[in-house]
């Protein structure tokens, strides 16, 4: 989908389908957006400095707030995207939403394309 201005949108699946949740240039490389899904839900959306689009529930599990959007993404040596929690700095990958720190914690990771 494109939208007016022909900006492209950035898309999550959803149980109802694919679903326009922002404008891909509103996504600054390193940096989080917060989007509220259909059933109430949130996301946090980032894209990283290659272009990698991710997506991955906003929750964090360990203290229950909803500010992983603006944490801050960095990568493994071995080339795992991640986003470390504001809040207590553990740091979730952004492809399978394993916790790098406690292996038995997991976020849910959406489906997420742009749509030129």
Known sequence: MTTATGTARVELRTPGGWIPVCDRDRLTPGRGVAVLLPDGSQAAVFTDRRGGLYA?????????????????????????????????????????????????????????????
Request: glycine share 8%; charged share 20%; net charge neutral.
């Open 56 to 116: 991955v529930a906003n929750r964090d599990p360990f203290t229950g707030a909803y500010v992983l959007s603006r944490g801050l993404l960095g990568s493994t040596p071995e080339g795992r995207v991640y986003v470390a929690s504001p809040l207590l700095k553990q740091r979730f990958d952004l492809s399978t939403g394993e916790c790098l720190d406690d292996p038995a914690v997991t976020v849910t990771v959406h489906p997420v394309r742009a749509n030129p």
